[in-house]
């Protein structure tokens, strides 16, 4: 378990930020110039904080009071900066092995399955970075070298894995090939990640847990699914890109009209074909700006998804778009209206209505949690 | 004409070349520490130290050359309990000559040295030290392979302007054949002498030629140095 309590002045703000985090990954959120890098800087020992505390699995890196500052080669908390960094004068077999020099010899273990091979070849194949092996770093796309990076900090057996801002110089295709592999470090190894990050799309598809920074201040933190749902954060996180997140498995496909059939807690959304065996898991997000609310069960509607619902919470406020919080079954769902729907509709919390999603409102934005395989129906889902 | 070198001529080429190697060699671990220095700490007097090693690349080289005939001297501040203790006598002697050439070669050295030192991006030493490296390692395994093209500028340069010192070395160590006549010395000296032209011709081709070839060598060295920084 990482604990972090830091007061830290930066030119015109103080960071000051508290937050422990159990495991899975942990995104850091907020705008650019919230305080987030410096935050894992101060976990890998690169500043050190005015005051504060960090601690991981109880030991003590940072304590200003105690005056203890254990130094940054000491800490084994890896590092993925944005740009990579790999060392242009090393190879990437070279550059991956770097840190196992220093590792300590007892070697990281996934959770489920005994390892298969070697740790090396294990990260290596997790990444898919294998027939990049003899290259040099300047040979590499910004995809292959933000792997790289990974995997080099991944052989450091690195007791937290932080992330800052990985997939920020990369484009839109080059981001998606990678979700996938982060997907996996998150699941399938034990080490707690911390990840940096400015955009919704990327912590509603990671993250288990979300710190909600702004302006040097932890402004929430808790479950993914939770903080994007409270509208009070919407300034936050993002108007025009929030939306709430639903649990979903897959229960069937309807191979005529080339759908797919997702079963929420909140009810069944049909969406356009996933190539997902039935079961699999899927993250769904869904934007506050393609829900529509209706009072009564609608008739002749092109829209497949209704789900019925309660409205819980009416965010106020005097501009001409409203935020409100339906409670779908025990999921929560965000709509984004007009002020004068909701008064003309006569929309209050406890009052029964019908959310309507439109099919192809789920593009790629909508999933996370697509296994690697499903990838790319997934951009074709986007064309779509 | 005739090509074959007479012995005086060869003592002067042998001796050059053991000044200039002796020169690069012993004023290379103290110029890499002042370019560290000078590059990566802060410290007071700073300005002073950079002051003080550019010195020999704008004085005239006979003052450099007095200056340490004063310090180094047989009665020198330096050089009497160099002499008397640990029995290391520069004056009048080849090691004299050596000490001349690497104090005039220091400047380019380090300057060499600290530009390739300013361009390495210290966020690959950050990236090290979370990779377990300590403050050692990260040196000898980031920081040195990045600046080895600077060093070996650095270090050809120094032999360069070892082969080519004339000032300072005349002046500190003398005339001395066979101890400190080195190639310079001995071209002018040849041309004193009725008769001499030809040996100094000789001579003169001799440093041409050192002097080209360690210019092709830097060369190499600097398309090497480009290429590796771009990481093909």
Known sequence: ????????????????????????????????????TSLVNAIAGLIRPDRGRIAIDGEVLTDTEARRFVPA???????????????????VRQNLGYGRWFAPKSPLTPKSKPLGGSEFDHVVGLLGIDHLLARRPANLSGGEKQRVAIGRALLARPRVLVMDEPLASLDDSRRHEIFPYIERLRDEMRVPIIYVSHSIPEVARLATTLVVLSEGQVAAIGPTAEIMGRLDLFPLTGRAEAGAILATRVSGHDQHFGLTTLRAAAGDLRVPYLDLPVGAALRVRIRARDVMIALHPPQGLSALNVLPGTVAEVAQGDGPIVQMRLDCAGEALIARLTRRSVETMGLIPGLKVHAVIKSIAFDHHAFAGVAPGAVSSDAEVADG | MNFTFSPEELTAIELSLRVGFWAMVTSLPVALAVAMLLSRVEFWGRSVLDAVVYLPLVMPPVVTGYILLILFGRRGALGEPLADYLGIVFAFRWTGAALASAVMGFPLMVRSMRLSIDAVDRRLEDAAATLGANRVWV?????????????????????????????????FVSNIPGETETLPIAIYTFLQVPGGELGALRLTLVSVAISVAALFASEAIARRATRRAAGL
Not at chain 1, 1 to 24: K, P, Q, W, Y
């Open chain 1, 1 to 36: 378990m990482l604990s972090v309590s830091i007061t830290h002045r930066l030119g015109a703000f103080t960071l000051d930020a508290e937050f422990e985090s159990e495991g899975g990954l942990t995104a850091l959120f907020g705008r650019s110039g919230a305080g987030k």
């Open chain 2, 139 to 171: 040196w000898l395994t980031v920081t040195l392979p990045l600046i080895l093209p600077g060093i070996a500028a650095g270090m050809i340069l120094s032999f360069a302007r070892a082969l080519g010192e004339f000032g300072a070395t005349i002046t």
């Open chain 1, 73 to 91: 080669h000491r800490r084994r908390v890896g590092y993925v900066f944005q740009e990579g960094r790999l060392f242009p004068h090393l190879n």
